[in-house]
C-alpha cells in the first residue's frame, strides 16, 4: 500500500485529494512540521529536502507535490484527469501544474516563510507583503484564463492541476484580500471542487472545515 507523508492543508493536500479521488489504497502518515518532524533523521532519509510531502510506492519514493500528482493520475489514465499523452490537452495540464507548482507556490512559499529570503530578518515584512501582491496578480491571471475558457483549468472536465490550484486557493485565505473574495472564476471552481466526495473526503480527514478558502467566520 502506498503512504503519503504530509500535514493537514499543507502541500500534501493535493495529492491526498487526488489519491481519495482516483480510489487508490494508501496510508497517510502525519508528519507535524509545526513541531519539526520534516527535520527527523528518519525523514530526511526520505527527502532530503525536509519538506511534506513524500510518497512511498513501493520501491519508489517521490518528493515534490507535483510529481506525486502526475505520478498518482499516470497510475489511472482511465480517470481522465491527464488527457492523453502528445495531445493539446496534455500539454496545456503540463503548463498549468508547472505554472502552478513553478511560478505560483513560490510566491506563496515566501509569504509563509519570508525570513528564508533575506539574510536581514529586517525585510521579512516587505518580503511578505511584496509576495502577496506577486500571487494575487498570478491568481487574477488564472482567473481571467477559467474566466473565459472555465470553469476548470482545461474547459469542461477537471484535471490533475485543478486540484493541485484548489490547494493553492486555500494558501490566499491568509492574505488581506483573500482570492475567492475577488476572483469570481477562481471562486466557482473552488465550489466545484469542494463539492466533489473525494475532495470532502480529504479535507474531512484533514479537519479542513467550510468555507475551505476563507479564515473560519470571514
Ligand atoms: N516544492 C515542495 C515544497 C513543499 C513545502 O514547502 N512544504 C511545506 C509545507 S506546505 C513544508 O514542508 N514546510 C516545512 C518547512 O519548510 O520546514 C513541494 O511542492 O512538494
Not at 513541531?35 to 528518519?42: K, L, M, N, V, Y
Not at 530578518?121 to 482567473?143: F, G, W
Request: aromatic share 10%.
Amino acid at each position: 500500500m502506498m503512504r503519503l507523508y504530509g500535514n493537514y492543508g499543507t502541500a500534501s493536500l493535493a495529492p491526498h485529494m487526488l489519491l481519495e479521488e482516483l480510489g487508490l489504497a494508501y496510508e497517510f502518515r502525519r508528519v507535524d512540521t509545526e513541531q519539526g518532524e520534516q527535520r527527523s533523521a528518519e525523514y530526511l532519509k526520505l527527502n532530503p529536502n525536509g519538506r511534506v510531502p513524500t510518497l512511498v510506492d513501493g520501491e519508489a519514493v517521490l518528493y515534490e507535490a507535483a510529481a506525486i500528482c502526475l505520478h498518482l493520475a499516470d497510475k489511472c489514465p482511465e480517470s481522465g484527469l491527464l488527457p492523453a499523452v502528445g495531445t493539446t490537452a496534455r500539454g496545456q495540464a503540463y503548463k498549468w501544474l508547472i505554472f502552478l507548482t513553478n511560478t505560483l507556490q513560490p510566491a506563496l512559499i515566501a509569504y509563509f516563510y519570508p525570513e528564508r529570503f533575506s539574510t536581514d530578518p529586517a525585510h521579512a515584512s516587505a518580503i511578505k507583503t511584496q509576495a502577496e501582491l506577486t500571487a494575487l496578480n498570478l491568481y487574477r491571471q488564472v482567473d481571467a484564463d477559467l474566466a473565459q475558457a472555465g470553469p476548470y483549468l482545461l474547459g469542461e472536465a477537471p484535471c490533475v492541476a485543478d486540484f493541485y490550484l484548489l490547494m493553492l486557493v486555500r494558501w490566499g485565505r491568509w492574505f488581506a484580500t483573500p482570492p475567492v473574495t475577488v476572483l469570481p472564476a477562481v471562486a466557482r471552481l473552488v465550489t466545484l471542487m469542494s463539492e466533489r466526495p473525494a475532495v470532502r473526503r480529504s479535507f474531512e480527514q484533514e479537519g479542513i472545515p467550510a468555507p475551505y478558502c476563507l479564515l473560519p467566520g470571514a
